[in-house]
């Protein structure tokens, strides 16, 4: 065989291989057996290795790297890979309805449902029609390239078959589960060998694709289901909807989940969630919801993005699911701001494939209305918070002699007494030198949303503060490599690192530095407007608490947060060390305001009722009023909106009489874009 003939020849193994792994992998219809492909594939293998000129990257064969992976470098992503607001209940996708129908005043408008696979979410970037990354979604922002570990997956295409120049240069997104049948009987194989069981198949996915060894995630039979398709470059594709995208991918030959569908309104949303949550089990691949977006590309592109989701879309998950257990005991934990809040300490019990021994339990009020006891039977449910929540107490079965429950007067950690500020539902420790307050706001300080000093987590910041190498975050900058290297399990190589992370601190923006200094109330988004106004910490700590006050976003108590804060002597002293260590007080280029003139709410009005969790009264009338809205105490038909919190009362009832739609916390935030 000459040289022509091996390299057709060896193109045209590769195309009957790649129909195979198509026909197999993504229509499960094969039309060959498992030996006749292994000959095919031990046939092509053999020819690239006679003729090593025509080896290939996107050859079925080289699907298996030989070297193993040691390192997964961190890639940024071209768009981030944001997360969606969710719900359980179809009140709130009524809610949801009703928001999209705002937003488009009245247009017409179709949804897309799909099932939300229960894996690891991925983006699939192809340039010149050949796969060049993989990567995780991470935090959003950026994630781990894990390249060599996708291309093992055989349903995921090496090279696009398109024919088409549009479609060379393209970013697939998707995610990548592990089969129930074949996850059952890879844990029955680790149990056989000794081994732990993984505790579910998405975290089977996410440790494979984690692994060095492409020869062992090659024999994991991992599967993606791809969802989303845009432009890699600067050109927009020739599609119109989300719909036209799924077909789209179906033609070029991308694994697409067989069960979206196109619904005209809500009540078809609700009808497609119905039918898959009694079908959920039935599935060979796990679900845990729903997923509802507004078709149209162009009515996406107007209703745009929260920080954190889009406001087109959202997840709506199946129920939750409880767990009956005993309360153990109530301990008190002390927040960098001096929050104390309880946490309930379970009997162990299996719940959504994990073992729970902690639960929430948000404040003192909550336990008042649970009238939770220790020793109580208590039910626990697990939906979307990462820790799960008392939702129930079975009070008759308690002792004769239980006595109510009595939230503590001093601080469980400086024993300084307790207080509860006008408004709020926090028990606050107003020591600040409190160890526990110390060591939360050096933690914060370092991360990665403030100063990001790489290293410094919560185990580094206690074994400091307990050898007194520091005493707040300002004396991080005057740390010696040889007194950091000497700690137990650090060494010189991490003091090193540390102290390098330490100095990099030194060139993030001001609204970062402000953001880390843990002043009360100032989030990611005050901080930015502060220093969008000022441009310098010390014009800030010089203004009058008026004139803070009256910049859009910031009200009130977040300015006599900021006065406070500055005047403390306490705080000037470290803010003094961090002006010697050389970091930005200056804003050098002016950082941009998040307030934007936004007017969404003009003529509205929102009352709050019951405890809000996820901010203030103060916060959420800020953010209503800088949307051009107003805020109220009562409820009357002049009532646009009741945003309720937990254990809402009297204010829900009218609201509910006088036919006010009611919003969650989840939603109001989903609403002015947070």
């Given at each position: ?18 129909e ?42 080289r ?26 209940n ?38 010149g ?28 295409p ?11 240069n ?19 194989e ?27 995630v ?14 890699a470059?600067d050109?927009?594709l ?34 497609y ?5 009694a079908k ?15 078709d ?14 889009p ?22 934990q ?20 994990t ?18 006891r ?28 239980s006595?109510?429950y009595q ?11 307790l ?5 709020e ?35 580094v ?10 005493r ?12 950091v290297a ?30 880390g ?35 859009d ?6 300015a ?9 002597k ?5 803010l ?63 009532t ?12 829900l009832?009218?609201?509910?009489e ?17």
């Amino acid at each position: 065989m000459d040289k022509a003939q091996a390299r057709q020849e060896i193109e045209r193994l590769r195309r009957e291989l790649s129909e195979h792994d198509y026909r197999y992998y993504v229509l499960a219809q094969p039309t060959i057996k498992d030996y006749e492909y292994d000959m095919l594939m031990k046939r092509l293998e053999a020819l690239e290795a006679q003729f090593p000129e025509f080896q290939s990257d996107t050859s079925p064969s080289r699907r298996v790297s030989g070297a193993p992976t040691k390192v997964f470098p961190v890639v940024r992503h071209r768009k981030p890979m944001l997360s969606l607001s969710n719900t359980y209940n179809e009140e709130e996708i009524r809610d949801f309805d009703r928001r999209v129908r705002t937003l488009l005043e009245g247009e017409t408008f179709e949804y897309v449902c799909e099932l939300k696979i229960d894996g690891v979410a991925m983006s699939l970037v192809y340039e010149g029609g050949i796969l060049q990354r993989a990567v995780t979604r991470g935090d959003g922002e950026q994630g781990d390239e894990v390249t060599n570990n996708v291309k093992t997956i055989r349903s995921i295409p090496l090279r696009l078959e398109s024919g088409r120049d549009d479609l060379q240069n393209i970013e697939i997104r998707g995610e990548i589960y592990y089969p129930k049948a074949e996850f059952e009987q890879l844990n029955r194989e680790r149990v056989a060998a000794g081994e732990p069981p993984f505790a579910n198949p998405r975290n089977s996915a996410a440790g494979t694709l984690k692994m060095q060894d492409t020869r062992i995630v090659a024999k994991r039979p991992l599967r993606m289901f791809c969802y989303y398709l845009d432009a890699a470059g600067d050109h927009a594709l020739p599609l119109r909807s989300h719909y036209e995208a799924l077909e789209a991918l179906k033609k070029m030959r991308f694994p697409v989940n067989p069960h979206a569908r196109r619904c005209k309104d809500v009540e078809a949303v609700i009808g497609y969630w119905r039918e898959f949550a009694a079908k959920k089990y039935d599935l060979p691949y796990e679900i845990d919801g729903v997923v509802v977006k507004v078709d149209s590309f162009e009515q996406q592109r107007r209703m745009g993005f929260t920080a954190k989701s889009p406001r087109w879309a959202i997840a709506f998950k199946f129920a939750t699911e409880q767990a009956r257990t005993r309360l153990l005991d109530i301990q008190w934990q002390v927040g960098r701001t001096g929050a104390v809040t309880p946490v309930a300490h379970l009997e162990p019990v299996l719940l959504l494939g994990t073992t729970v021994s902690r639960a929430t339990l948000h404040n003192a009020d909550e336990i008042r209305r649970l009238d939770v006891r220790i020793g109580d039977a208590v039910v626990i449910e697990k939906g979307g918070e990462i820790i799960p929540k008392i939702v129930q107490v079975e009070s008759e079965s308690r002792a004769a002699d239980s006595v109510p429950y009595q939230p503590p007067t001093r601080c469980p950690v400086c024993h300084t007494p307790l207080v509860r500020l006008p408004d709020e539902v926090a028990l606050i420790c107003e020591n600040i030198t409190c160890p526990a307050q110390v060591a939360g706001k050096i933690t914060h300080y370092a991360a990665r949303k403030a100063l990001d000093i790489e290293g410094l987590g919560e185990k580094v910041v206690e074994l400091l503060l307990a050898n007194e190498l520091i005493r707040d975050y300002g004396d991080l900058y005057t740390l010696r490599a040889e007194d950091v290297a000497q700690l137990e399990r650090m060494g010189e190589k991490s003091a090193e690192n540390l102290l390098q992370g330490i100095d990099a601190s030194k060139s993030r923006p001001l609204a970062r530095l402000l953001f880390g200094l843990g002043i009360r109330y100032v989030g990611e988004g005050a901080a930015k407007l502060l220093a969008g106004h000022f441009h310098s910490l010390d014009r800030m700590a010089a203004a009058s608490e008026e004139e803070i006050a009256a910049i859009d976003g910031i009200g009130e108590k977040t300015a006599a947060s900021v006065k406070d804060f500055f005047g403390r002597k306490e705080n000037q002293a470290v803010l003094e060390k961090l002006r010697a260590a050389g970091m930005p007080f200056e804003a050098d280029v002016p950082e941009p305001s998040t307030a934007s003139g936004d007017d969404r709410f003009e003529g509205k009005t929102f009352v709050f009722t019951g405890t809000l969790t996820r901010f203030t009264r103060e916060e959420a009338s800020q953010m209503v009023e800088a949307r051009g809205g107003k805020t109220t105490g009562s409820v009357s038909k002049k009532t646009d909106y009741l945003v309720a919190g937990e254990a809402a009362g009297s204010k829900l009832k009218k609201a509910q009489e006088l036919g006010v739609t009611v919003l969650s916390e989840e939603f109001f935030l989903e609403m002015v874009g947070e």
